[in-house]
């Protein structure tokens, strides 16, 4: 894909959403109890929007440098298709989950925070980053969103992809009436 194409281009090709976990599921803080127990904090509405991608077809995967269990217990109640944990090397990770899947570069969209992403953002054909990312990862980005990460910054980018494919209104529709509304048309 030429480094010109419109982020609506590249988000009409997006197959799979790759997320990091601590500053883009997470406001990024940590907090730890006397015992060492370390809680995190996620927003409902991100919950929602993965929800929605796979709704709309879209595979997901959580990739965090960390070792946490409470990613994977996310993960597992988000019902996304890999988590991986300890991914120090994020390209490497995207490149596997790419052979996995058997899929090209420009059907990834991978959305971070930090430098540890940035890897990961310069293979993919989508690289969205949170409005509080440093200025060296926001310059490697297709998309800042207006979200800080924890926010509602993964919403975000899964509605941009979904209203490029067109699918966003039927996707919500559907959401809407599974969980006893009439819809939204």
């Known amino acids: 894909m030429s480094p010109s194409a419109t982020v609506a281009e590249r988000a009409r090709r997006v197959r799979f959403l790759v997320m990091d976990v601590d500053g883009v599921l997470t406001d990024g803080r940590m907090i730890l109890s006397a015992r060492g127990d370390e809680l ?15 709704r709309a077809g879209l595979l997901t995967a959580m990739v965090t440098g960390e070792r946490s269990p409470i990613a994977k217990a996310r993960g597992t109640r988000l019902g ?21 899947y058997r899929l090209r570069p420009d059907a990834m969209a991978y959305i971070g925070d930090d430098l540890l992403d940035v890897p990961a953002l ?14 060296e990862v926001r310059a490697v980005a297709h998309v800042v969103t207006r979200a800080r990460g924890g926010h509602g910054a993964v919403r975000e980018c899964v509605e941009l992809i ?5 699918s966003w209104r039927r996707v919500v529709d559907a959401y809407v009436r599974e969980h006893g509304g009439f819809g939204l048309r």
């Open 80 to 100: 996304v298709d890999a988590v991986v944990l300890g991914a120090r090397r994020k390209a490497e990770t995207v490149g596997a989950l790419l052979a996995r």
């Open 162 to 166: 979904l209203r490029a494919q067109r």
């Open 122 to 135: 310069q293979r993919v054909g989508l690289a969205v980053v949170v409005a509080d990312a440093p200025a």
């Open 40 to 54: 995190k904090f996620f927003h409902a509405r991100d919950g929602v929007a993965l929800a929605l991608a796979r």
